[in-house]
């Protein structure tokens, strides 16, 4: 079983910048894709970013402001976030998939955490 533990969030001003991270543990042998998606308020989840072996795809909204990436030896990956908006207010979910050690497939979330851009 792999778990994920998100940190980083919290309320920022617009035109600021947070890190987001998620910290996979448990029976982690590999990371071969991950996301972050999030839900504003009223609002459906959308994927903010995206990256596997078939590329990096981030959402239109977020183009040039956010960046994911991962640090494979700490088994987290993060997501960059500048410039931010009042817009990009939402509860922040990663996704994180790969192999255990026995080995088995995983497909794990977060718990969510909050951003808040607001002045």
């Known amino acids: 079983q792999v778990q994920l533990e998100e940190s980083g969030g919290g309320l920022v001003q617009p035109g600021g910048s947070l890190r987001l991270s998620c910290q996979a543990s448990g029976d982690v042998f590999s990371i071969n894709g991950m996301g972050w998606y999030r839900r504003a308020p009223g609002k459906q989840r959308e994927m903010v970013a995206s990256?596997?072996?078939?590329?990096?795809k981030y959402a239109d909204s977020v183009k040039g402001r956010f960046t994911i990436s991962k640090d494979t030896a700490k088994k987290t990956v993060y997501l960059q976030m500048n410039n931010l908006k009042p817009e990009d207010t939402a509860v922040y979910y990663c996704?994180?998939?790969?192999?255990?050690?026995?080995?088995?497939?995983?497909?794990?979330w977060g718990q969510g955490i909050q951003v808040t851009v607001s002045s």
């Open positions: 990256s596997s072996g078939s590329g990096t």
């Open positions: 996704n994180v998939k790969g192999a255990t050690m026995a080995p088995r497939a995983y497909n794990s």
